[in-house]
């Protein structure tokens, strides 16, 4: 609460005014440091009282005079590299009592960001921050006036009665309940909308894609709303827009104040508008040998492409240092060079091995996917009387004599079966992938867990449609490891297959769907209902950074239709959709990883209730309970502050609103879900709370951040295959005897898919300089609540532990899962890290 009252009569009171200028962020140095005068910046600035209120204005803060920046303050330039600090003196009137909240009106021409207000000593109450961190346009913009809020936390009752008209218009505002037609950059509209935009039926009616939200057969959770009219040919379809103009978010969710971000992002957009449309034009377009794709790495890989284009010509087409960096002129033509990724960097060939292979199901880019088997054989949930008989055809006889000693039962009862289970979630599709230029199975891939917690693979099942029709089941082989001869290379193709499978899941699924999908539906109920006053905003913000934006991105080069994504993965057209069948069975209670690893038949709670791990080796659900655990605790710590009972939380009509909201509408084809926490005790808003921190900042971190050090390398982690398995009696079969390799290349990506994926997960895996970790803040004031600081401070220290901890498990030489045959140390759940390609690190949110 606010300190004691002031003294009467009119004072100054000095402030000061962190900001930048927009044309500081759009200077080709963006590390320049801001040189301008105050009266550059026409604007004013006025305090609002949080403790009186204005009689003749239904009892509304009273508003003081206007204030306008003075000098540049030189000595205070300092927070950021083109940060601005100006002087402001305020009029205030100390029967008026404290301020609680600034009106700021632009009356400039441009937008400018502004960080922060800060009154440096106002009497009786000291220091009083606004952490602001918005971008202000001019006043003509707006149909109301901007307001910032002191950084103090308050519930919606219990907010000073002088601001509560102010909080509560705030939110109206970002609602937009009056904004209509196509949103405009200054519009700060949060609203929702369907998936209905990945399609470009106006362009190409190959380029129609369904609508993914409203219905039961492709539910999804929505997207932010832009406002942009139907499509001329389909008007259930949104209009697109060209890749350099950018979708509409919100400003404040825009890359920009974050210049390095923004870098990223137009870098992805101009792989799609200068440099794919060069490779396109690549003569040939296979790689012949390991050596060949090698080259990519080490020394460069010479491209002819056609057109006789000259390197300086393609240079001038690439405005971006990062990829211009990867070419370089070689005799007569060009090559094309990345860095080398992690998997391969200390031994080129240990990929290929078995332990190799079932590690990275443990220790990965995709560790989410591989459940303890409960049954032998395998089998279905798909409907029988549609799909037929789906029963896995793996024999106890295929693999019985690999179960050191034991038989299927024994190793049942023993939790010594795994299964990584591609089966049911592709099987519907096969047919339509089948029938475009990629050829794909649905694997189920069986493991034995040994003693020393590493897996050994027991088979691979490939299965197809029946030729007859879908509803007469499956057409399935069985393959077992070998080591020598032409079987080892059939082995070989076989975990291709798996690993293609693997690959498409793990982009559509457990990365794009599962974190950033999902997450979006929640910053948009937050900006509607939670003030910035709220103490779950507070909570919750930094794990929401730049994730509306990144997705708005991606619709737009990624995930649509001729995207990227349906350029280098096996669904091709098909990949959103199947992503939305997933989403059927969706259940958000399961993202939080304690429940994650039950579900899955990894974990088991013991008498005491704690979690206990069936793989002791699994170095993801180690390092993440750990994790976990620490978020938990913070969340904890910093919600019992605020809600000291359950009844607290029923009565908070913001909250209320808030998870109403994320239910019906924000995830609405789930809302009827019986699992939705019903939000009545403070144990279910902590949970709530926890698991969407997971989400947004460690669970995306395990799966994005190991893309580069994983799939730079396209051979260990292909996304799709263009040929099937070679039949014995086959001129492909005499081939795969002469020269292996060369049709294992042949049958993953070419030469365009290849170079196409590694340029965006190598953008993609990156950590820019100013990214903001777990356990890190953007600003030292985001709160100015003693407790909650200290709890922070706290986590905090309880995540450089964890780290501690997690760089002696590596270095432990028992524990073989955390390095494995590539030497590759699991440090993905670090959770800070340096820039660039480092392979570890857990940003606070789904920010790329």
Not at 32 to 51: D, G, H, P, R, Y
Not at 83 to 109: L, M, Q, Y
Not at 380 to 398: C, R, V
Not at 612 to 636: C, K, Q, R
């Amino acid at each position: 609460m606010f300190g004691s009252a002031v003294a009467a009569g009119v004072m100054d009171v000095e402030a000061t005014v962190v900001l930048m200028k927009k044309e500081v962020l759009e200077r080709e140095d963006f590390n320049a440091t801001l040189v301008a005068n105050a009266q550059e910046l026409l604007s004013s600035f006025q305090l609002v009282s949080a403790t009186v209120g204005d009689p003749n204005d239904d009892n509304r803060g009273v508003v003081g005079e206007k204030a306008y920046l003075e000098d540049f303050v030189r000595k205070l330039q300092a927070i950021a590299s083109g940060e601005s600090t100006f002087r402001v003196t305020f009029k205030w009137v100390g029967e008026h009592g404290i301020p609680g909240a600034v009106i700021v009106i632009n009356e400039d021409s441009s937008e400018f960001y502004l960080k922060s207000i800060t009154l440096e000593e106002f009497p009786g109450e000291g220091r009083i921050h606004f952490d602001c961190n918005s971008w202000v346009y001019p006043q003509d913009k707006y149909k109301y006036q901007r307001v910032f809020f002191v950084n103090k936390t308050y519930v919606a009752a219990e907010t000073p009665s002088p601001l509560q008209p102010y909080r509560e218009d705030e939110l109206k505002n970002l609602r937009g309940e009056d904004v209509t037609g196509p949103l405009q950059e200054w519009d700060r509209v949060y609203d929702y909308a369907y998936y209905n935009d990945l399609g470009d039926p106006d362009k190409n009616a190959s380029l129609a894609r369904p609508v993914l939200g409203g219905s039961a057969l492709y539910p999804y959770p929505r997207r932010g709303k832009t406002g942009r009219p139907a499509s001329e040919k389909d008007p259930e379809t949104e209009s697109t827009l060209p890749a350099e103009m950018d979708i509409y978010v919100p400003r404040d969710e825009r890359f920009g104040h974050l210049k390095t971000d923004d870098f990223r992002v137009s870098t992805i957009k101009a792989l799609i508008q200068s440099f794919f449309p060069v490779l396109q034009a690549i003569r040939d377009n296979e790689f012949d040998s390991f050596e060949d794709v090698l080259k990519m790495y080490k020394g460069g890989l010479q491209l002819q492409v056609g057109n006789n284009l000259r390197i300086d010509e393609l240079r001038e087409r690439i405005p971006f240092e990062m990829i211009r960096e990867m070419f370089c002129a070689q005799g007569e033509g060009w090559s094309l060079k990345f860095p080398l990724p992690q998997v391969i960097q200390e031994d080129t060939y240990a990929w290929r091995t078995d332990e190799e292979f079932t590690r990275e199901m443990l220790a990965g880019v995709n560790p989410v996917i591989i459940r303890r088997l409960e049954e032998f054989p395998p089998v279905s949930k798909l409907d029988e009387n549609e799909y037929g008989d789906h029963k896995s055809t793996i024999t106890a006889a295929q693999i019985e004599h690999n179960l050191e000693g034991m038989t299927i039962e024994e190793a049942l009862g023993r939790n010594r079966l795994f299964i990584l289970d591609h089966h049911d979630s592709l099987m519907p599709y096969l047919n339509r992938i089948n029938d475009t230029a990629n050829k794909v199975y649905a694997t189920r891939t069986l493991l034995f867990l040994r003693d020393d917690s590493t897996l050994k693979p027991l088979a691979i099942e490939l299965s197809l449609p029946h030729p007859d029709g879908e509803q007469h089941g499956a057409v399935s082989e069985v393959y077992t490891p070998a080591d020598y001869g032409v079987e080892a290379s059939i082995w070989q193709l076989a975990k291709a297959y798996v690993t293609v499978n693997d690959s498409g899941v793990h982009q559509l699924i457990s990365h794009w769907l599962n974190t950033h999908a999902t997450m979006e539906p929640f910053v948009i109920a937050t900006n509607r209902h939670l003030s910035v006053l709220h103490p779950i905003n507070k909570l919750l913000e930094p794990h929401y950074r730049d994730t509306m934006n990144i997705n708005a991105t991606a619709r737009q080069v990624l995930i649509n239709a001729g995207g990227i994504i349906e350029r280098t993965f096996f669904p091709e057209k098909y990949a959103m959709e199947m992503s939305a069948v997933v989403y059927k069975s969706w259940n958000f209670v399961e993202q939080g990883l304690p429940a994650d690893l039950i579900k899955r038949g990894i974990a088991v709670r013991d008498s005491k209730g704690e979690i206990e791990l069936l793989i002791e080796d699994y170095p993801y659900a180690v390092d993440g309970l750990a994790i976990w655990s620490a978020i938990e605790t913070w969340v904890s710590d910093y919600c019992s502050i605020y809600y000291p009972d359950d009844k607290k939380v029923r009565d908070d009509a913001e909250l209320q609103a808030w998870w109403k909201e994320v239910r019906e509408v924000g995830h609405g084809d789930k809302k009827h879900e019986p699992w939705w926490a019903k939000m009545e005790t403070v144990t279910e808003l902590t949970e709530t709370c926890t698991t969407i921190i997971w989400v947004a900042s460690a669970l995306h971190a395990a799966v994005n951040f190991g893309q580069y050090p994983y799939t730079g390398y396209h051979p260990n982690r292909p996304t799709l295959s263009r040929n099937f398995m070679p039949e014995r009696g086959t001129a492909e079969f005499a081939e795969l005897e002469m020269d292996p390799d060369k049709v294992f290349l042949q049958t993953i990506t070419n030469k365009l898919q290849t170079i196409t994926g590694v340029s965006v997960v190598e953008i993609l895996s990156t950590h820019s300089s100013d990214e903001v970790y777990l356990g890190q803040r953007d600003t030292a004031e985001w709160t100015a609540d003693r407790k909650a600081l200290e709890a922070f401070e706290r986590f905090g220290a309880a995540l450089r532990g964890i780290e501690a901890e997690i760089v002696a498990r590596n270095g432990e030489g028992r524990f073989k899962n955390r390095n494995g045959p590539v030497k590759v140390p699991y440090t993905l759940l670090y959770s800070t890290s340096g820039v660039g390609l480092t392979g570890k690190g857990i940003p606070n949110s789904v920010s790329i």
